[in-house]
């Protein structure tokens, strides 16, 4: 079965510098998410992305973050100056088009955990 | 979304049905039921869902029920993998919007 695939599984890095974690969403998937889950909270939504452009961003995703997809297979988040509250793991997920009036469930990765020091 | 509620945890025997209910009685009348669950460090894992009718797939069954208030996720034989939080979320058809994830119930299963 397809799967959202997310790259690295851990990722460490100093407080101030840029991360950028990756995400291949499924092949022919059109709509693009990621949320977080800082350690024993929710998972909390950050973006979504269609047609080239965020349609939606919650009040976390300020200028720090950015999104982007470079190419028709990866799905990148970037935060440009990280905090150590950033500290948290990151899911990437995907979703296909509307076939007729039939729902489609969003497909999630196993995420990135990212550690700020 | 509606917004849904669950109970905070659940036991399990190993080998039994789980049943775990969920209430959403704001529910319209274009909104699915959608169970996800998130085994401890994972992704949440896409589960079943449903608009008024039962649904059942390998994973599991869903039942809802006709006012459409409340439903069941029922694993029908629950494994020691299936220790997880499982999360029932309101979405309108197509799904597209932003996954509001609440507290979820811990399913523990019991050898």
């Known amino acids: 079965e397809p799967e959202v695939t997310q790259t690295p599984s851990h990722q460490v890095t100093q407080m101030g510098q840029e991360v950028i974690l990756r995400c291949v969403p499924i092949s022919n998937h059109l709509y693009f998410y990621w949320y977080r889950q800082i350690l024993g909270q929710k998972v909390e939504f950050l973006v979504s992305f269609y047609n080239n452009e965020i349609s939606e961003k919650s009040e976390i995703f300020d200028d720090q973050f950015s999104v982007e997809r470079p190419d028709g297979s990866n799905f990148t988040l970037k935060i440009r100056s990280t905090k150590l509250e950033d500290s948290a793991m990151y899911f990437c997920?995907?979703?296909?088009?509307?076939?007729?009036?039939?729902?489609?469930?969003?497909?999630f990765g196993d995420g990135t955990r990212l550690s700020i020091l | 979304d509606a917004k849904t509620t669950q109970p905070p945890s659940m036991d399990c025997a190993e080998g039994r049905a789980a049943n775990l209910p969920c209430n959403h009685s704001t529910i319209s009348g274009n909104e699915y039921v959608y169970w996800y669950r998130q085994i401890h460090s994972q992704g949440p894992q896409y589960i079943i869902h449903?608009?008024?009718n039962n649904e059942t797939n390998e994973m599991a069954s869903l039942i809802i029920t006709e006012d459409r208030k409340s439903s069941t996720l029922i694993l029908p034989h629950a494994t020691l993998r299936d220790t997880a939080v499982y999360y029932c979320i309101v979405l309108a058809r197509g799904g597209y919007q932003k996954v509001t994830f609440g507290t979820g119930t811990k399913l523990q299963v019991i050898p």
């Open positions: 997920a995907s979703i296909g088009a509307v076939v007729g009036r039939v729902a489609q469930p969003q497909h």
């Open positions: 449903g608009l008024k």
